[in-house]
């Protein structure tokens, strides 16, 4: 069993409480290890990473967005509006991290922070701009409801004349118009607006002939919708002024990184003209993939959340501080009575690469393959087999050579197609916000990679090598 005061010796009450109140059984560990889901704010599992992971991304992040917490001034925002990309691996936390990151600059002198979770609001196996602005919109009129914030009636008439005029009355949408009900007493009213859009996107969800005529509509009027939304954020940054209560909307829009390559590609890349349009200030979180894919993103301002870094790039110095982090990930989930000793704890975290969600993903199969009462290396030894199992299944002999010569390269000097792909599916990770990478640490466990690498050393030994 792990010693709590050996590893944490200096630990608060609070983080005692939060290590007691883990499962204390490995099926209930398992069962309660959700990593498919980001943690809400208050979530008492969640472990502060950024020491960790390094490279002053918080503070990259809040520069990025004109605050300076070292300089009492006023936000420094470009009046043409702001994009942010946040790049980091599927599953290495973003999210989480997200909400954090976006919470510190929700305050009167710095931002109102509108969080847009598109998993939730549109199809994200199929996806436009024009689906997420106007989910966008309905979570802004939702939250300005929720909070509520009066915008004068002339204000709303800019958006609301587009939104009745192109698709309240069109022939295609006469259907699910009157299927909305009877909520003509709009009159500029924010709820009863953020109620119809509410309704109709949340049904066009659920039919390609109604996506497609709305995609159609914001397509062809798209001038027009944009200074809609511009103005409608302008009435609501007024009003939020002078109620002291921000100077800036901020738009927080989460789960492009769940988009095919293709979508997100055509976002922001063919459909950059129309986002550059929109006079707002947002960050979107978007997949590493993206920013290793070679793609000219020079419209945008970018942060990368780096993965958390257990190992110097020698490989073999260990980071503490990144141990740290992740032993108090691991035990906040699975009480330290579980584990065998430190030592399988430490060979669960080293496997993961970093990786929070490959972390979790380990911590559920070694509660489910443990043949005892704890946790032990047999366990971890199972639980990473198993792992590796879901990325073999998606690797070629390509791949493991490229993954090989990566490895054997260290450093970045440069990238291509199938380095992407290998980043997109996680078996290739960035580390030092991708200046090295390293292929991770399960996927080094497959026969596929050891084939790959006496193949590469016997082709070195060849005359024609020489």
Not at 165 to 182: M, N, P
Not at 317 to 341: G, N, P, Q, Y
């Amino acid at each position: 069993m792990i010693d709590l005061d050996d590893v944490f010796p200096l630990r608060s009450a609070q983080l005692s409480a939060a290590f007691e109140a883990a499962p204390k059984r490995l099926l209930s560990a398992s069962v309660r290890v959700d990593y498919g889901r980001s943690l809400p704010l208050e979530d008492p599992r969640y472990v502060q990473t950024a020491r960790a992971r390094g490279e002053l991304f918080e503070r990259h992040f809040q520069l990025a967005l004109g605050y300076d917490a070292d300089d009492p001034s006023p936000l420094d925002i470009n009046p043409n509006g702001q994009h942010l990309l946040l790049f980091g691996h599927v599953g290495c936390g973003k999210s989480t991290e997200l909400r954090h990151l976006s919470d510190a600059l929700h305050h009167p002198q710095r931002y109102w922070v509108v969080h847009v979770d598109l998993q939730a609001l549109i199809d994200t196996n199929n996806a436009r701009y024009s689906d997420i602005w106007l989910a966008v919109v309905g979570e802004l009129l939702r939250r300005l409801t929720e909070d509520g914030i009066a915008i004068p009636g002339k204000a709303l008439t800019s958006f609301q004349s587009w939104f009745f005029e192109h698709v309240v009355t069109h022939e295609r949408l006469r259907d699910i118009v009157a299927s909305v009900g009877g909520e003509a007493e709009l009159g500029g009213a924010v709820p009863f607006l953020a109620k119809w859009i509410g309704r109709i996107t949340g049904t066009l969800r659920a039919s390609t002939v109604y996506k497609d005529t709305l995609r159609e509509i914001v397509r062809d009027t798209y001038e027009d919708f944009a200074k809609a939304l511009d103005n409608l954020v302008i009435a609501a940054t007024q009003s939020l002024r002078e109620a002291d209560m921000a100077r800036y909307v901020l738009f927080v829009i989460d789960g492009i990184d769940r988009f095919r390559s293709e979508d997100w590609r055509r976002l922001f890349v063919d459909d950059v003209n129309q986002l550059s349009q929109l006079k707002c200030v947002a960050v979107y979180s978007v997949p590493m993939a993206m920013k290793v894919s070679g793609l000219r993103l020079g419209a945008f301002k970018r942060v990368v959340l780096p993965m958390v870094k257990l190992f110097e790039s020698d490989g073999t110095t260990r980071r503490i501080e990144a141990f740290d982090a992740l032993r108090e990930v691991v035990l906040k989930r699975c009480h330290h009575s579980l584990f065998a000793d430190l030592a399988a704890l430490d060979r669960l975290i080293a496997f993961s690469g970093g990786h929070l969600r490959d972390l979790l993903r380990l911590i559920d199969f070694a509660c489910t393959r443990a043949t005892g009462p704890k946790i032990d290396r047999a366990a971890v030894d199972a639980a990473i087999t198993e792992v590796g199992v879901d990325y073999r299944d998606g690797l070629t002999e390509e791949h493991y050579l490229m993954l090989v010569k990566a490895d054997r390269r260290s450093r970045n000097l440069g990238t291509n197609e199938m380095l992407a792909e290998l980043v997109e599916n996680g078996a290739l990770l960035e580390y030092n916000a991708g200046s090295w990478r390293q292929t991770h640490p399960v996927v080094q466990t497959l026969a596929g990679y050891a084939y790959a690498a006496e193949l590469l050393d016997a082709q070195s030994k060849t005359p024609e090598a020489a």
